[in-house]
């Protein structure tokens, strides 16, 4: 079985592919439990029961991973999968859930995953309802969306995000990480309404509905904490993200944070945003300039030593962020996992190179090929020791 991959994007995913890595990103969280354990020991927090919101892929499922093999807590994840049939591969996010549902029966620990639409406010209710029964009171919330749509639970209307610029057109140098071809690409500027969608999208409403309605049905702790994943990235990139139409969406999440953590400090819990690094998930080779970037930036980081995976960032988040006593965050409040990559010895070389890329060097000055065996093996594909040949 190989990759059906179509405008750089995969149309398919191989299950044994997905559940090996899955399975290697667990065995790697377990070398890090003692160290996350030792975290625990000096701090007074206790996770005892964790929902991950868009837990089957990336970051969710990283810190789901850490949540439960290196706290021993029971977790709920929510996802939106599509399940195999005789025609089509699943989503890679299903045969992900697989493997964790596998190993955590495996490891004695409770876990239950829901294929359903997290926008949804029948998904809120089973939640609340699987939390009633089992007698789950959630002390931390992980809320890892990712989705091109959403339909707003109370007006029904469908809203879809975009990845555009705002006011002016942007113009931005594409490698495509496939073909070795390099391009300019021009982005036209997202208009009002669909910088408003997007901000329906991935902003911070839906999380917020979340919060409330966990702890009006009392299955939210009084202390519970909980978190979303933001990103800022470098300076040249942000008139297509930051100060584009995702970004809007993502100051509304952060605006939400501070809203949500007045909500939960009375109680003595707590709300961020944290802010994450750079990585390659299944939409990452689509977004102009990123792919640039991201294999430029991994060229540096792995050469200085300090490169790390969804799993890393997951380690790090728990162990020198939530589990200390007084979370380190910036003077915005956002929890950052980004400083390795943003410091400004690893920007200014990143930069630096970027400039000198052409379709001749390509290979050399950046890490296009750890970029397509990050987005190969998102969807299950170049995973050591997975037969492909199998039927
Ligand atoms: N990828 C990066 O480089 C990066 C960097 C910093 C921050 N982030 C942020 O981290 C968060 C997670 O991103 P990711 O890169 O891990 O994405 P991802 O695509 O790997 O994961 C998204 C998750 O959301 C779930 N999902 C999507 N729509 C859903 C729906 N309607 N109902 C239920 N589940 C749904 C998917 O099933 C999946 O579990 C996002 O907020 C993203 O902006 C990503």
């Known amino acids: 079985m190989k990759p059906m991959i179509r405008n750089n994007i995969c149309m398919n995913a191989h299950g044994p592919g997905c559940e090996a890595l899955t399975e290697g990103w667990i065995a790697r ?78 490891a004695g620990l ?15 209710e ?7 029964e089992k007698g789950l009171i959630f002390d931390l919330v992980v809320y890892s969306l990712a989705s091109p749509v959403r339909t707003d639970p109370k007006t029904g209307q469908m809203y879809r995000s975009v990845i555009k610029p705002l006011d002016r057109p942007y113009e931005g140098i594409n490698l495509d990480v496939f073909s070795g071809k390099i391009s300019r690409a021009t982005v036209q500027p997202a208009s009002a309404e669909e910088a408003e969608h997007t901000v329906k999208v991935m902003g911070g409403e839906d999380w917020e509905l979340w919060i409330r309605a966990l ?3 009392g299955v939210l702790a009084p202390d519970a904490e909980t978190l979303a994943y933001t990103y800022i990235g470098p300076e040249h990139s942000w008139p297509i993200y930051r100060s584009g139409a995702l970004g809007k969406a993502k100051a509304h999440l952060e605006a939400t944070a501070r809203t949500l953590d007045s909500l939960l400090k009375p109680g003595g819990g707590a709300a961020w945003a944290a802010v994450m690094k750079a990585v390659v998930t299944r939409a990452s080779a689509v977004i102009p300039v990123i792919p640039l970037y991201v294999s430029t930036l991994f060229k540096v ?82 995973v050591p020791g997975v037969d492909y040949g199998e039927d």
């Open 301 to 382: 980081m792995k050469e200085k030593g300090v490169h790390e995976d969804c799993l890393d960032q997951g380690l790090r988040l728990f162990r020198d962020r939530l589990l200390r006593k007084d979370v380190p965050t910036d003077p915005e409040r956002r929890i950052r996992l980004d400083d390795l990559e943003m410091s400004p010895e690893i920007q200014s070389e990143t930069t630096r190179r970027m400039m000198t890329v052409t379709e001749e060097n390509a290979e050399a000055v950046t890490d296009a090929e750890g970029f397509r065996t990050d987005f190969l093996q998102a969807h299950g594909f170049a």
């Open 110 to 124: 409770r876990s239950w995953g829901l294929d359903a639409d997290a926008f949804a406010d029948s998904t809120r």
């Open 29 to 106: 969280a377990l070398e890090g439990k003692p160290a996350i354990q030792s975290a625990v020991g000096t701090s007074a927090k206790k996770y005892r029961s964790v929902l991950v919101l868009g837990g089957s892929t990336g970051y969710g499922l990283a810190s789901r991973i850490v949540a439960a093999f290196c706290l021993g807590a029971d977790t709920v994840s929510v996802s939106f999968e599509r399940e195999p049939s005789d025609k089509r591969a699943g989503t890679p996010g299903w045969y992900n859930n697989r493997a964790f549902d596998r190993a955590a029966v495996g």
């Open 126 to 132: 089973a939640v609340i309802a699987l939390a009633r």
């Open 215 to 217: 702890r009006n049905t």
